[in-house]
């Protein structure tokens, strides 16, 4: 199954932080004392001013699709832009992508886990809600059902009326078999005019699509 992420740039409902099973001190704290950042991906000003420097360098196409680094290895780069940007979208993304290429919690050279790229990105922006949805993607694609879906409902609640979510929040119930609610969530995602069919297919597949 592949989920789909459209980034969203400005948020403006306010959430409160979740409490991460992964320990604070593992996860390592946010400010850098004096090295570049942390800024916040959603910050106008920041995604104006300080985001393109640390892409320009850090963040090539080529990294984003971890064909490989810019400036060295490509899990450094990647390292880097998650310093700067702790909430940073696609970086998070890309770095969960990684994890599911290398098979493991913790990409290989990585400086954290994903569950702590994760949680430094909440605790640094609790009421980014596409950090919640881009969670609940990658715990989707590592069959972690049960922990996706209360990510997905918080971004939910973050997010009004996002058809992005919707669509991967239908892909969910369906691996989740749980088709209602899977036909429920798709019909949102397309009446707000998500183009990919791919959850419709799944659904006639199984009968539950009028």
Known sequence: MKIFFLPVL???????????????????????????GPFDYTNPDHYRQKLPIVERFHFTRAVENLAKGNTGRLIDDLDYVLMAFPNHH????????????????R??????????????AIRWRPEDGVVRMVYG??????KKYNEALPQYQKAEVLLKYNANLYYN????????KNYDKAREYAKKAYERGFPL????????KVGKWE
Request: a negative charge.
């Open 10 to 36: 400005l948020l403006a409902a306010i959430f409160p932080c979740h409490v991460f099973a992964a320990d604070y001190e593992a996860c390592g704290e946010l400010d850098r004392h004096g090295a570049y």
């Open 169 to 176: 929040m239908g892909l969910l119930y369906v691996d989740m």
């Open 137 to 142: 993607n990658y715990l989707s694609q590592t």
């Open 197 to 204: 069919v791919g959850l419709k297919n799944q659904l006639q």
């Open 90 to 105: 696609r970086a998070l993304a890309s770095m969960a992508r990684l994890a599911i290429k290398d098979n493991k919690p």
């Open 107 to 120: 990409p290989l050279g990585s400086t954290y886990t994903m569950e702590c790229w994760f949680d430094r």
